[in-house]
């Protein structure tokens, strides 16, 4: 018979706790700028005019180093999680309820907390599906990563092309229609295809209304301009792009957990190794990025989020360069308090997660502070800090009196069927 109860406190694997604080502390890092400023800040500087001085200095340093990899990280872990369920052998109905329970959690995060960046809703997706890798070998689950990977890449090239290719085109056959010419079905649909693009990359009046809405209207009015967008990303990036960037890490998160590599057990050469080599490749990767988004003045193709080829290769091996980081030091005992710190955070990633989202709602929203669009780039890290130093106090003070944080509680306990107990006894 299986144990059909969560795992308690003392079975927990630090290491994993320790990258999930991480994580989740990092993630912070890239979407502070979606809570504090128009959307398309997060990947263009020149929307916020963040292309000078110490605003640009943020921009750089947190896309040459953060961008995508805790994302990444985050998802891995998240598939780490599917493995180690599974080989607890609990089996279809606990997995699949925990899925849906996230992915009630995330449709909350997204349409009542107003936070369109929801990764819950996309996890517990793709989660649903990946419970048919559970026991792939390391190998299987490797190469079935590299596929979807390579899917990744095609689709940013090929969107890449349609952006350096299909605007000139778009212009010479409106050029036509207004000299009166005639243009076949094929150019017209082109044309048509460009004009429902381009908006992203000049956003109508309606649009721009509709996303000062979402932080500047009254609540119901932010909830049905927030909707229109989160809507937008279900039905057009969701299955084409969001869940097979969160597939592919989760399957590399589940093929690493089984070598041994999240949980501390490959030798210390080889953290040391991995190290050196993915956070060495990820930074080159990331810099001839950087370095080409400022070249082209910041071509829309560079700074689309969703049209660079080398996007993943850079934020994979950041990933896997801070995880051997954390490895290693745990070995060697370093940032012993830090690391129990991050341990806590990760431990409680789920209410963390949430948590975000309520403070991007008090801080942000003129419900709140009503901050949005006023705060320059880097003054924006400043409240990253200070969400950080909240959430790492209030993880270490709630898990000094409780087994669990509060979702995960309340996620353990309708998985289960059953209260779980909170103290600690």
């Keep these: 018979m299986t144990d059909s109860a969560p795992a308690a406190p003392t079975e927990r694997i630090e290491a994993i706790d320790t990258i999930r604080g991480l994580a ?64 607890s052998g609990k ?117 721009l ?19 229109a967008e989160v809507v937008g990303l279900y039905v057009f990036a969701l299955p084409y792009f969001i869940i097979w960037d969160a597939i592919a890490c989760m399957l590399l998160g589940m093929a690493l957990f089984k070598i041994g590599f999240l949980t501390g057990k490959r030798s210390q050469r080889f953290y040391v190794a991995t190290a050196m080599l993915g956070i060495g490749v990820g930074l080159a990767v990331n810099g001839f990025e950087m370095v080409m988004k ?20 850079g934020r994979v091996c950041m990933a896997l360069g801070f995880v051997s980081l954390v490895m290693i030091a745990n070995a060697r005992g370093y940032f012993a308090r830090l690391r129990r710190w991050l341990a806590a955070v990760g431990r409680m990633a789920l209410s963390n997660y949430i948590l975000q989202s309520i403070f991007g709602l008090v801080i942000f929203h003129d419900m709140g502070f009503g901050l949005w669009n006023d705060l320059d780039r880097h003054q924006l890290y400043y409240v990253v800090f200070g969400q950080w130093a909240a959430m790492i106090a209030f993880s270490v003070w709630w898990l000094k009196r409780y087994r669990f944080g509060p979702l995960e509680w309340l996620w353990r306990t309708l998985t289960y069927g059953r209260r779980q107990p909170m103290s600690i006894s």
Aim: aromatic share 14%; hydrophobic share 55%.
């Design 294 to 313: 400022i070249a082209t003045d910041y071509a829309y193709e560079w700074v689309s989020g969703a049209s660079v080829p080398t996007n993943d290769l």
């Design 91 to 207: 089996g279809a109905a606990i997995h699949y309820r925990r899925q849906l329970l996230l992915l009630g959690f995330g449709v909350i995060d997204a349409f009542v907390l107003l936070w369109m960046g929801d990764i819950l809703v996309p996890y517990a997706l793709a989660g649903m599906v990946l419970y048919v890798a559970r026991n792939w070998r390391p190998r299987n689950l490797f190469i079935a990563a590299g596929i979807v990977f390579a899917y990744l890449v095609i689709c940013y090239a090929g969107f890449y092309a349609m952006l350096t290719v299909v605007p000139e085109q778009a212009d010479a056959v409106q050029v036509r229609l207004d000299a009166g010419e005639t243009v076949s079905s094929e150019e017209q649909a082109m044309l048509d295809g460009w004009r429902e693009l381009e908006v992203n990359v000049e956003p109508t009046p309606a649009l």
């Design 209 to 227: 209304e509709r996303e000062r809405l979402r932080f500047q209207g009254t609540y119901w009015q932010s909830v049905a301009a927030n909707a």
């Design 24 to 87: 989740l502390l990092g993630i912070l890092i890239i979407n502070i700028l979606a809570f504090g400023l128009p959307f398309r800040a997060v990947f263009d500087p020149t929307v916020d005019g963040a292309t000078t001085g110490i605003d640009f200095a943020a921009y750089f340093t947190m896309g040459f180093v953060f961008e995508g990899a805790m994302r990444a990280l985050f998802s891995m872990l998240f598939g780490a999680g599917i493995a180690m369920l599974a080989a």
